[in-house]
């Protein structure tokens, strides 16, 4: 009996629902809250609502708390602003004392103008901070509160509040930390901000009140000064359960195939890999070549160019080059200082601004503008800290001699820079990009090596090298990393916390667990090892981990690694009240460290969302060889190696299913929906099965081993440098993208590449060309063979058109829904006039077909769309949305407003209307910027280029666009000063034909 409770007990703490906090502030006899404007809206637009009376209860809690402390609604409360509750002054103490924050429960009663209640209360949970130090100006964040979480796909609303004393020129800085997006700015008095396009992640933004100065650039910290402490709020962004299974690329076949290196004793590549000091990911692959390749070989040298700051900041990957004989190149490009950037163009600030709020963008375009000006000769290059660049970093690089470049994609220009100034130096070099990341910027390679058949196959990838000349397209190849399996599973002791370690004297010693020395078989460990960063989203395991310690109380939450999301991960653990049982180590290095701590783990959790973001993930990797079975929702490139259990269901229907096969068995469990109770869930079913997650283990261990050894990962690269170096073909490798859909038909393997939609869903490979003329060629005829079909037929045909579109719809297939609704509209009886027909069968067929062009990026045949619906319905809210959308992304910024105008009391009229006057702003800015620097750039008489010019993007495209438009401005230029010096010739020259003719006129009339 005792048992049937415990297990009714557990399965009831299982549904604890994610919980949520307002913040509040300690205050000498009371703590200052803000309530959110959600809660407090309905109470202030309820007439019979006069005020509200508040208690407070928690650990502490006094006989003040529960005297209630009233307030007049008309009166003390507005929104977004601070409101001091008295009750809470026990949590504001113990806030004060110990320095943390203290989590409460504010009750909240709403009351007529009698003091009676009448309407239900109100119980919010309250996390009080320790009042600050003096009165500096801070932000107060209202909402969203601690632990909230949403669809990504939605936007955010953030409402502040700013206390303190302040200066009037005071602004907000809000960073994104983690990220890469430029710091925006807010002025004091602003009360909110939306945030849009949110990627799946756990997102921290800092906000910090203070000064900026005139030479103040985005995202650097000269010309900021701060006036007040850094307020942090964090939220969770999640995918739909559709969005998960869409995002599941299953990789190939798990294979052993291990190429042949060619051997010459008398081959030395030199090779040279450019890179930050940065420690992470790519830089454990980097350092795997140095360890284990042959150094007599291949001649490794490491050098970076980023700024000093680097080499105190980041100093374990020098000190691992220099333990294996590497010793690093430290090259930083010389700095721009604001008063030289003042002289040298009066408004740079504003070129590094003027890109989309990048931080480098605009400078990074500059720079390779100038040395396409220059006709790429960079001693030609102006003004004087651009040519300082460009002959440091082709002096540089002429200097090292690479045979072989290596390089980590990094989303930017910089990339491009790096390439000319390679070619320009070395012409002879190759060319090789990694890809830890996808939406690379391409110019001139010779190979691309991808993690992933998800990062090779991804549109991103695909799209950036069909965007090139045939004779420019880089081979493609697949190299999975590879794990040294001799060292994880084989640890003399398991890296256990205090408590759960056998060292402590509360454990019998023969309570030993299997596979982890030295920990107790009863402190069952939950682990996480990773970047503590946005992108792996650990906020979900945090709010995952109060569901699973209260069904296992000796159970605890081990966070390996370190990042931006660290603090707000502990701050959420002590509002749950388990930051006693939730673990946080910190960075660990070396891989014998590292395995320690998967030895420790039972069970290996990573919660990333975000699938573009994960093209591989190592650490998962290294917990397969741990044997240590995964938790994950399996998204991106995790598909490579992560085999999902499956259900008996499944592997009844489809056999040769992945993980129904003894070839290819599961490794570990996926979960279908993005929750911390899904998350929670699969893990409790793993600590609850001890044979079943040991034999995941096993499995995971073997497929590790096998398919991801160190040597064939290895034995990839040295090929590849071989053959680089001595100026082979490539696409005979069986690894390389090349080669794969001419080898399919021998090998039996179908091969397809893949393209992905702007919503994320892949399409078959006959619709990668949605975007071109062939796509509407092919609709066209596909209308007029159902038009051809007897009238009978015709309507049938329609409606189940109709029916099937719809679904594609909701799917997100978007080119296949276009074609079908197409096909709908061609078969219903639509040319009558009658307007319930028109309703209700046009218009969503109309509305729904420019939402799929608007995700296809095709703004103009949305706005067509959108034209036919409004003729239909002029006041269509959905038709009006996506028509002001497309004219946004048209740049026709006049008639978007005035198009959202005309929707009243909508928060997404709303929303894109702010992001169409802020992009209309952004790009008069651009525009006088961009003036400005093509009238320095072409102040050698070119004439006025600055018609036309509008958004700039990186790529060779632009910069040859704008010569081309320089050359005609030029051309124009020429012809007029030729039209005006012909001109002056005949006006000359008739002057001096009049002047003689009269002088004899004269001379003949007048007397001798």
Known sequence: MRLVALLACATAQRHIAQRQWVRGEARTNAAAVVLPPQLLWPWVEDVEIEGLCATASGLGADAAAAAPNCYNMNEGIQNTHPLLVAPLAFAARRANETQSVVPAVLSLQPVDGRGRACRPPAHVDVLIQPAPPDDAPRVLIAYPPVGYSQDHNASVEIFIHVAGTFPENAVIKVEFEGGTQAPAQLGVDMMSMVLTSVEPATHVLGFTVGLFDDHYLPGNAEGWTPLGPKKQLAFDAVLTDEEIVRHRVPGPPLSSYIPQVPHNEFEVVNILIVGSMKYDGQKNIYVQQLTHMDRTRFNFTYASFMGDEDRATFTKLPRILTELGVEPVWRPIPPISGDEASTSHPDLGALVDRLDGKNSDGLNNYLLEALALSNNVPENTSPPFVRRTWLHLVENLRHLRPDVLVFANARDPSDLILCRAARLAVPSAKLVMELPNLWPQLWDLDLIVAPSHYAALHFSVQDAVHSLPVDRRPHVAVVTPGVDATIYGNVERAACPVECSLANASWPVNWERDGAKGCAASCEIVGFLARLSPEKSPGLLVH??????????????????????????????????????????????????????????????????????????????????????????????????????????????????????????????????????????????????????????????????????????????????????????????????????????????????????????????????????????????????????????????????????????????????????????????????????????????????????????????????????????????????????????????????????????????????????????????????????LSAAFSDGLGDTRSGVRRRRSGEAETERALRQAARAAAAHDWALVGWVVFCLVVVGSYVLWGEALVRYLLAVAPV
């Open 544 to 933: 995952a981990a109060a569901i699973i310690l209260a069904a296992r109380p000796l159970a605890r939450i081990v966070f390996v690694g370190d990042g931006a999301a660290r603090n707000m991960c502990e701050e959420l653990a002590r509002a749950y009240g388990i930051e006693n049982r939730v673990i946080f180590v910190g960075a660990v290095y070396g891989a014998e460290n590292v395995a320690s701590y998967y030895a420790s783990f039972d069970v290996v959790v990573q919660p990333a969302l975000r699938a573009w973001s994960e093209t591989f993930c190592i650490a998962n990797l290294e917990a397969m060889a741990s044997a240590r079975p995964i938790v994950s929702f399996g998204v991106g490139g995790v598909g490579e190696y992560f085999v999902a259990a499956p259900t008996r269901d499944t592997c009844n229907a489809s056999p040769e299913y992945r993980g129904c096969t003894p070839s290819e068995p599961p490794t570990g469990v996926a979960v279908d929906r993005a929750t911390p109770e899904a998350l929670a869930e699969a893990v409790l079913e793993l600590l609850e099965d001890a044979g079943g997650r040991d034999a995941l283990g096993r499995q995971a261990r073997r497929a590790a081993a096998e398919a991801f050894s160190i040597e064939g990962f290895l034995a990839k690269y040295a090929v590849l440098y071989s053959r680089l170096h001595r100026g082979e073909d490539l696409s005979d490798l069986p690894f390389v993208m090349a080669s794969l859909n001419a080898s399919s038909a021998a090998s039996g393997v179908e091969v397809e590449v893949k393209k992905r939609t702007p919503d994320g869903s892949y399409i078959p490979a006959d619709d990668r060309d949605f975007a071109t003329a062939d796509f509407d060629a092919e609709l066209e005829a596909a209308v007029k063979a159902v038009q051809r079909l007897p009238r009978d037929e015709r309507l049938a045909y329609g409606k189940a058109m109709r029916v099937e579109g719809n679904a594609q719809f909701e799917r997100g297939d978007h080119a296949d829904a276009i074609r079908t609704y197409a096909k709908a509209m061609a078969g219903l009886d639509l040319s009558c006039d009658r307007e319930a027909t028109l309703r209700s069968v046009a218009l969503p067929l109309w509305t729904n077909s420019a939402a799929s062009y608007l995700a296809l990026r095709r703004p103009r045949e949305c706005l067509r769309c959108c034209d036919e619906a409004l003729k239909i319905d002029g006041g269509h809210v959905k038709a009006r949305l996506r028509k002001g959308a497309a004219l946004l992304a048209l740049d026709r910024y006049d008639e978007a407003l005035a198009c959202l105008e005309a929707i009243e009391s909508n928060r997404e009229a709303a929303a894109l209307m702010r992001k169409t006057r802020a992009a209309q702003r952004r790009t008069t800015r651009m525009e006088a910027a961009y003036g400005k620097c």
